[in-house]
């Protein structure tokens, strides 16, 4: 039967091209050249290049961990498939996907992978329906210092179409990182300063098994000195060396003297944190000038925007020749530091590198 | 000094018109990659459900995959959303479609009278053009109740009353089963590739010659597959929808309500008291990373009246009923965004249909007469560059393999036509959908001219505003 039909087939079309060759050949001549145009112009379309890179200033099995617990959420950010909602739910977290062609550089790659996705939001050209795949690949830099890549894609179940985040899914999803990376710091330096915590600062967005290994590694970090405070014997007492120390007696201190000196180290715990703080920051800062990259505005008209978008509001407006600081990419839209301290995203397009 | 002559006139109107039209397109494309922005669509569902119309359109109105699967199975998700908690109180389950366009329509070969009546006058090329308006369809579809569904599809022409292009109601998931539905009504066949839902609007392009096509001189009061009908249709598929089936059982009037065949035009305007069938099977399956392809059987058998007995010269019920079929394959093949589509049709009449004489008249029948048959089909691409721009070109052909009358020359109403264009999707959202429609579509009919025998040639070309809300 099917040679029966190709067999008519090419008799009609041999009929037809010699009856009519000249409408025929019009015909076929288009379509060629649509067919040839519209596949250059599909190769030039979807890049899949990594889309959003970070530098962070933290350790690797920090930022490990926290990317862990993100991948596990149960839901990808910045994207959704009814008017209304904010994310994707019902995501799992996999070891491996299709989706991605493997990574073969170094650093620990986790996935999240949404099946049944019904035409995602900020994936280009998004339709029918077919898997919300994110990647996050963790790549130890130095002994505080760790890069972070995150790629989401949308394959289409029918087609197999891909369809590349427009860089939002990737933002907010580093979003959500940055946010417990802040909450952890903010964690542990409590619970280094032996301070309990509020219920307030319980509840932050870590979960509460994490908050108990922070406040755990903390415990364990603390210098020995800090877990008590050091209370000088008075005068006179008598010390055995082969013996344990007694309790302070705490009667016998003088109280004025005691507190003087409460207050003193107070005040130089103080003066030592915010020298720490300050070298931190000026080390941070070191590390951010080494590893950024400089480029400059080579547009008119350029607008540093609130987030990754052409329609998001912004920040201010950019001259061109103005220098600005990369601080992490997408495939489409760089954060950038403007010279009055400015941040926000703009275009790659509307930049280039400074000579 | 150039010699303004009417050939060089036509040549600067076409030459303007050639210009303004490239004009037009790469202003269109300018604005395209300047201004894209997300494609949300097709307003009644869109607003009901919260999605993106790219959730069921490959590009509006071509269904993807998930769409089928949506419409397959009575408008329902299939989750907690198809509750009427979750619907947006101000949804509005209607939508408006109308096409304002400016359009040429040329024809070769029409015979022009001879004003003095004395000579059977001569041929020449017609041609019209200007703007104009498309018929109006106001749609209406979804749930009456959860696995109940309904469509009412009023339309009417510039000028025209309204007619009922579909109503029906369809009881979904019979005994919790997606392979038992029944719809009853006046629907669309379940023809994969659907005419109602392809990209070409034009006068010559605007329908699929195959599913219209009749012989010339064929008096059956049959429409075509084309053509929406009356009757009952039990149907079933898969849950991905990749499987399906339908089975049809239709009242022999082609559509038409009042039990009449009124398509045969006022000489058959009795009764029809015949059924006809239609089987429709298709499969879909996955081909390695191109994607979804789909192949499908069908066949309409049916029966239509060759005379009618009259009761005061009015005629009341067909007689001498004689029987017709349409049958053939189809496939419709992905190759990532390009999209093909397939169909090849074998069309037979009863003899007394393709001679349009009535059975008790045999004697009316010419020597040697015999039922007409044909052989079809078309190959039409689709281009999805993104949801928001999509290019289409088809090549359809239908030649008779037999006439009805030996003594017809045996090319006659053989059709050959292409079409070739575009629709670009400025607006898609779930308010609205706008679709700037550009075609060119070309039909040349096999010895049709009246004077000299000839072939005709038939020519459209369309400029439009595809429009819903």
């Not at chain 2, 010559?204 to 059956?220: K, T």
């Not at chain 2, 390695?288 to 009618?308: A, E, N, W």
């Amino acid at each position: 039967m099917g040679m029966f039909v190709l067999k008519w087939a090419q008799v009609r079309i041999a009929r037809a091209w010699i009856s009519d060759a000249k409408t025929a050949r019009i015909w076929i001549s288009c379509l060629l050249v649509l067919f040839l145009s519209v596949e250059g112009f599909s190769r030039t379309r979807d890049t899949g290049a990594a889309s959003f890179s970070i530098d962070l200033d933290k350790p690797f099995n920090e930022v490990l961990a926290i990317v862990d617990e993100v991948a596990r959420s149960g839901s990808i950010k910045g994207t959704f498939e009814y008017r209304g909602d904010e994310q994707l739910g019902g995501a799992q977290f996999a070891e491996k996907s299709s989706l991605f062609p493997a990574w073969t550089e170094p650093g620990k790659v986790f996935y999240k992978v949404r099946t049944k996705a019904l035409s995602p939001s900020h994936f280009l050209n998004s339709n029918d329906v077919g898997t919300v795949a994110v990647r996050y690949v963790v790549q130890e830099r130095g002994p505080n210092s760790t890069r972070l890549f995150i790629d989401a894609v949308y394959i289409e179940n029918a087609r197999h179409h891909g369809h590349p985040s427009d860089g939002y899914v990737e933002t907010c999803e580093f979003g959500e990182i940055g946010k417990l990376l802040k909450d952890r710091e903010q964690l542990q330096k409590l619970a280094a300063s032996g301070q309990p915590l509020s219920p307030g600062q319980e509840s932050t967005s870590l979960s509460q098994e994490r908050q108990e290994e922070i406040k755990a590694e903390a415990e364990m970090t603390r210098p020995a000195d800090n877990a008590k405070p050091k209370i000088s014997k008075p005068k006179g007492s008598k010390s055995k060396d082969s013996t344990p120390p007694e309790p302070p007696q705490v009667a016998e201190v003088d109280s004025a003297k005691l507190g003087d000196l409460q207050r003193a180290i107070a005040e130089q715990k103080s003066a030592l944190a915010a020298d720490h703080a300050a070298l931190d920051r000026l080390e941070a800062q070191a590390r951010q000038m080494r590893s950024s990259e400089f480029v400059r505005v080579k547009s008119d008209r350029a607008e540093l925007k609130v987030l990754p978008y052409s329609h998001a509001r912004v920040v201010e407006a950019l001259k061109k020749g103005q220098e600005v600081t990369v601080l992490a990419k997408s495939m489409y839209w760089y954060q950038v530091r403007s010279e009055d301290g400015q941040e926000g995203w703009i275009s790659h397009a509307l930049l280039e590198v400074r000579p | 000094m150039q010699r303004c002559d009417a050939g060089s006139w036509k040549n600067y109107v076409s030459t303007s018109i050639f210009k303004s039209t490239l004009a037009l397109v790469l202003l269109g494309l300018s604005y395209l990659t300047i201004g894209c922005q997300p494609s949300y669509a097709i307003p009644a569902f869109a607003r009901k459900y919260g999605l993106p119309c790219s959730a069921c359109h490959i590009g509006w109105p071509i269904l993807n995959v998930f769409g089928q699967q949506f419409r397959d199975n009575g408008y329902q998700l299939g989750n907690e959303k198809d509750s009427p908690i979750y619907q947006n109180p101000s949804y509005w389950p209607i939508t408006f479609r109308v096409t304002p366009q400016w359009h040429l329509e040329s024809q070769t070969k029409v015979q022009i009278d001879d004003p003095s009546g004395l000579t059977p006058g001569t041929e020449q090329t017609v041609t019209t053009h200007g703007f104009d308006l498309s018929g109006l369809d106001i749609w209406t579809a979804g749930t009456l109740y959860k696995n109940i569904s309904f469509s009412v599809l009023p339309s009417m022409g510039e000028g025209d009353t309204f007619h009922f292009e579909n109503a029906w109601v369809r009881f979904d998931n019979l005994l919790n089963s997606p392979w038992l539905n029944v719809k009853v009504g006046k629907f669309e066949l379940d023809t994969l590739l659907s005419e109602k839902r392809f990209l070409t609007l034009s006068g010559v392009g605007g329908a699929w010659f195959n599913y219209h096509f009749l012989p010339v001189g064929d008096s059956n009061g049959f429409g075509g597959i084309g053509d929406n009908q009356m009757g009952l249709e039990i149907s079933g598929h898969n849950k991905n929808s990749y499987a399906r089936y339908s089975i049809a059982l239709l009242s022999s009037v082609d559509g038409n309500p009042g039990l009449t065949t009124s398509n045969a035009g006022t000489a058959y305007p009795g009764t029809a008291r015949t059924y006809d069938t239609f089987i429709n099977l298709n499969e879909g399956f996955q081909v390695g990373g191109l994607g979804v392809q789909r192949v499908g059987v069908y066949g309409y058998f049916g029966q239509t009246p060759t005379y009618y007995l009259t009761s005061g010269g009015v005629q009341v019920e067909g007689k001498g009923n004689r029987s017709f079929s349409r049958v053939g394959a189809y496939g419709w093949w992905y190759l990532k965004d390009l999209d093909i589509e397939t169909l090849y049709m074998h069309g037979q009449d009863n003899v007394y249909l393709g001679n349009g004489i009535a059975v008790n008249d045999s004697a009316g029948l010419p020597p040697g007469a015999a039922g007409p048959t044909w052989n079809g089909g078309f190959v039409e691409a689709h281009y999805t560059y993104n949801p928001q721009l999509i290019f289409t070109g088809r090549y359809e052909l239908v030649h008779m393999s037999r006439q009805a009358n030996p003594g017809l020359v045996p090319n006659l109403g053989n059709v050959d036509s292409f079409t070739i264009g575009y629709r670009w999707y400025p607006i898609m959202l779930s308010r609205a959908g706008l679709a700037f429609h550009n075609e060119y579509s070309q039909a040349k009919t096999g010895n049709t001219s009246i004077l000299t025998q000839s072939d005709q040639t038939v020519r459209s070309v369309m400029i439009g505003f595809d429009f819903d809300y």
